[in-house]
């Protein structure tokens, strides 16, 4: 079961904490909000990934799985 | 000026250090509070690791507050309950200047809460309860100021002082940066800020620098009197 | 802005419907004196047949039947997506919760006339669709939108609400509300008006969960362009097969489409899909002028040059490989005097002012674009503007919580493949005669109330 990262775009403040805690992933546009393609997470990059949805300040960043199941890094 | 230890005593030096470190503590998570909701960064100091640094220097503000609360129960000095730390306003021990504590700790224990169970909450709750620890700190201010037995030693009062200097910057930033927006808020802010300055420059050398501060204050009578100073010993301020 | 004439006018009066299920349908006795009474609908169509037996228990099977037979007929949805009504009622009716129906007519398009006509003169036609929907869902309420500026179509909804209430259309029909909701081109996408008829702004909100799911209130909600439902109407009575005499195995049936710009008779025309674009402008009454270009779908569509339209028909396989598709039904045609680069810069840059704010790529984004369509318009060289353009299409394509911004990327995007040599020649040799002429696609003129249920990306 893979895992994505996916953004709340109208929670999302750009307060770029996503891409300081996963650049290997995450970069920002020119008006600061993230920017990722839908390839799954892996390896080690899941827990940073979880670890930057719980940083984001307005839990814009989420980590889901398969799209259609759970998420976690926000309920 | 020695001061003499009597039995049980060490509870009551660790409820009054724990207390001013707490005010430490709590002054600078405000202050990380306001660096990070502006966004303040630098390459050495990112985005996640300001609020990161807010965040666990709260935690740690409240470990001390929870020490400084344990500690004060436990003392058999003041007759300080268990209630008496959440209840406002029911002991018996200077029963107003411990219940701003009470009320304080609350507010504080109600932020601390939602923010460590904020994954389960929506965020728009999360914030309206942040807001609270704007409040909570000046509370907590008359509460040491009050209850305080070393408001009259330079080093605490400098401490204070020094606290709260931080605080009103960091309000300051706070409201000057949006400014104009929320008008009527940010201008009850500074109005509120102003006023309580005011009220301390007023207050203090009439309150807890003037002369028997702990009769008016509340301390029961079997207590006072146990020195002869009204400046030194425990159970006299 | 070109004045479109009143629906009313163009609209042409029709005969009777033939049994074969020949054109008009949806247009059948439309008369110059507007609202049809449910009296004349009644003698126009005939009696819906009750989906319930009059008791109010919701008879699994005949709405079973019912979905059923409207994925037979393969109806699609009229507002824009063009997706399939029965996967969408079969999503509703497999969520939890008691169902809502909700008959969009708010309309946001700004060059489209279809469903406020279709209020305002057929309205029996919507509101049996919406029962029909209603009833196969085993849903209480049907909710009409119209948007608040328009009171022709609010009247007689309100009139239509009214007449059924005393008529006898059927036993028990479900709840019928009349709903004015907000002007503003975001205000009609489907998660926007739900919010809206949840007691919330008229923004759209992040999915999941889907208003399928969880809608208005929370409850399971089937949102519907007012058309799609009016094509319900008469699939209800007169079954699939006969909807799919007309159009194509992929785009089956009828559709209305606005026509607008250099024809005789601009306005609201009943074609059926598959229809050659020439076909529809010689019901218009033929062209006036040579047209540089027509735009398909609305302006999150796209358009297809004067060069290229010989051939073109109106359906979604036809239009598909030009990169276009008939979207909301629009079809609006631009004289050879026009400027696409001027009116492209317009549209682009009121199209970033519909943003709702919520999303920092949407909200920079088109604004962005918009400047940079705008500097082309002006004259300041070429490659950098139009290299910034494409640079921003990519970086903005899906990163909004609704398809906004997407649609705006699309009209720009295919106005710069459409129109090329203007565009180098604006770039070279600035504002061209076309540019100081009365600009020719319509836009609303009234002021954007920034205040007024905007989301606010916060102040850096």
Redesign the interface.
Do not use: A, L
């Given at each position: 079961m893979s895992q994505h990262i996916k953004v709340n775009p109208i929670a999302c403040e750009a307060h770029g904490m996503c891409a300081e805690l996963l650049p290997e992933r995450i970069t920002l546009d020119e008006w600061g909000y993230p920017m990722f393609d839908d390839a799954p997470l892996h390896g080690s990059q899941v827990a940073h990934a979880i670890r930057a949805a719980r940083a984001c300040p307005t839990f814009a960043l989420l980590v889901e799985r398969d799209r259609t199941g759970k998420r976690s890094g926000r309920s | 000026m020695s001061l003499p230890l009597a039995s049980g005593s060490l509870y009551w030096y660790l409820t009054r250090s724990t207390g001013a470190v707490a005010l430490l503590l709590l002054t600078i998570a405000i202050v990380l509070g306001v660096v990070d909701v502006q966004?303040w960064s630098t390459p050495r100091w990112?985005?996640?690791l300001v609020?990161?640094l807010h965040r666990n220097v709260s935690l740690l503000a409240f470990v001390f507050l929870l020490l400084h609360v344990l500690t004060s129960i436990l003392d058999s000095f003041a007759p300080i309950s268990l209630i008496d730390a959440f209840v406002p306003f029911v002991g018996s021990y200077r029963p107003f200047w411990l219940g701003l504590g009470a009320i304080s700790l609350d507010m504080i224990i109600a932020v601390i809460a939602t923010s460590l169970l904020?994954?389960?909450m929506g965020?728009a709750g999360w914030r309206a309860i942040h807001w609270l620890t704007y409040a909570s700190w000046p509370i907590a201010l008359l509460h040491g100021l009050g209850t305080g037995s070393d408001v009259q030693f330079s080093w605490l009062l400098a401490i204070s002082v020094l606290c709260l200097i931080a605080v009103i910057a960091a309000i300051m930033t706070r409201v000057l940066a949006?400014w104009p927006?929320n008008l009527r808020v940010r201008g009850a802010a500074l109005g509120g800020t102003g006023a309580f300055a005011l009220f301390l420059v007023l207050w203090l050398p009439q309150g807890p620098l003037g002369s028997e501060w702990a009769r008016r204050s509340g301390t029961p009578a079997k207590l006072l009197g146990h020195s002869k100073h009204a400046s030194t010993g425990h159970g006299a301020q | 802005m070109s004045t479109m004439t009143s629906s009313t006018t163009a609209v042409r009066p029709a005969s009777e419907p033939t049994a074969s299920g020949a054109l008009p349908r949806l247009l059948s006795g439309v008369h110059g004196h507007g609202h049809l009474t449910v009296a004349e609908h009644l003698e126009i169509h005939g009696p819906l047949k009750a989906v319930r037996d009059g008791s109010r228990r919701h008879d699994r099977d005949r709405a079973d039947r019912m979905i059923e037979e409207i994925e037979r007929s393969g109806l699609l949805g009229h507002g824009g997506a063009a997706f399939p009504l029965a996967v969408k009622m079969r999503a509703v009716a497999g969520a939890r919760g008691r169902p809502v129906v909700v008959a969009n007519a708010t309309e946001g398009e700004p060059a489209s006339l279809k469903d406020r006509t279709l209020l305002e003169m057929l309205p029996h036609l919507v509101l049996d669709g919406g029962v029909v929907a209603a009833e196969a869902l085993g849903a209480d309420e049907l909710i009409v939108c119209v948007c608040e500026s328009s009171d022709a179509a609010f009247e007689s909804a309100a009139r239509a609400i009214e007449e059924r209430a005393g008529a006898s259309t059927g036993g028990g029909e479900p709840r019928i509300e009349l709903v004015s909701v907000p002007e503003h081109y975001v205000a009609g996408q489907e998660s926007a008006l739900v919010s809206y008829l949840s007691g919330g702004p008229a923004l759209p909100t992040f999915t999941p969960p889907m208003v399928f799911e969880k809608g208005v209130k929370r409850r399971p909600t089937l949102v519907n362009n007012a058309e799609t439902l009016a094509h319900l109407a008469l699939i209800a009575r007169h079954g699939a097969t006969w909807f799919r005499q007309l159009g194509t195995a992929a785009h089956p049936g009828s559709a209305l489409v606005t026509l607008s710009g250099p024809v005789a008779h601009p306005g609201v025309y009943e074609i059926e899909h598959g229809a050659s674009l020439s076909s529809l402008i010689e019901a218009g009454g033929g062209a006036t002028q040579r047209v540089r270009g027509a735009l398909f779908g609305g302006y999150a569509g796209a358009w297809i040059a004067g060069g290229q339209l010989r051939g073109v028909a109106l359906s979604k396989e036809h239009l598909a490989p030009h990169g276009a598709s008939l979207g909301a039904g629009v079809v609006l045609l631009l004289s050879e005097q026009a400027c696409p680069v001027a009116e492209t810069a317009r549209v682009a840059r009121w199209m970033s002012e519909q943003s709702a704010r919520q999303c920092g790529p949407c909200l920079h984004g088109l604004d962005a674009m918009a400047q940079a369509v705008e500097e082309i318009a002006g004259g300041t060289p070429n490659t950098r503007a139009t290299q910034r353009v494409e640079r921003l299409a990519s970086l903005i394509a899906r990163r909004g919580a609704c398809g906004h911004p997407d649609g705006a990327v699309n009209l720009i995007l295919s106005s710069l493949e459409a129109f090329p040599e203007e565009f180098a020649d604006h770039a070279q040799h600035g504002p061209c005669e076309g540019c100081a002429r009365q600009p020719e696609l319509p836009l609303p003129s009234r002021p954007i109330d920034r205040n007024a249920r905007r989301g606010v990306q916060p102040s850096r």
């Open positions: - | 966004r990112p985005r996640f609020d990161s904020r994954q389960h965020y949006g927006e | -």
